[in-house]
């Protein structure tokens, strides 16, 4: 069962504001997914498998090792879960 109230409505739209902010798309995804564990971690949202699943693929994309620079196929990567993880908010 999704969650309800303003706590949920406000982080899932934080997310997408986040998702669709002006800069690179990999920082923009790192704030955002930073975002969604503060929601998890404060109640706001309940973290699914599916979720889950698709903040680790997310967290996988990004990684980079020191003084790497993280290019197209992360920031595509980046691109296309967060549109999975927009739509399976409603879900949370």
Same mark, same amino acid.
Do not use: C, W, Y
């Given at each position: 069962?999704?969650?309800?109230g303003? /706590? +949920? $409505?406000?982080?899932? =739209? @934080? !997310?997408?504001?986040?998702?669709e902010? %002006?800069?690179?798309?990999?920082?923009?995804?790192?704030? /955002? +997914? $930073?975002?969604?564990? =503060? @929601? !998890?971690?404060?109640?706001?949202?309940? %973290?699914?498998?599916?979720?889950?699943?698709?903040l680790?693929?997310?967290?996988?994309?990004?990684?980079?090792?020191?003084?790497?620079?993280?290019?197209?196929?992360?920031?595509?990567?980046?691109?296309?879960?967060?549109?999975?993880?927009?739509?399976?908010?409603?879900?949370?």
């Open positions: 069962m999704p969650s309800t303003p /706590a +949920a $409505d406000a982080a899932r =739209a @934080a !997310f997408r504001e986040e998702m902010a %002006k800069g690179h798309v990999v920082e923009n995804a790192r704030a /955002a +997914a $930073d975002g969604l564990e =503060a @929601a !998890f971690a404060s109640g706001a949202l309940v %973290k699914t498998p599916a979720l889950d699943g698709m680790s693929d997310l967290a996988l994309a990004l990684e980079q090792d020191d003084g790497q620079k993280l290019g197209g196929k992360s920031a595509e990567a980046a691109r296309f879960i967060l549109r999975a993880i927009s739509r399976e908010l409603d879900n949370a």
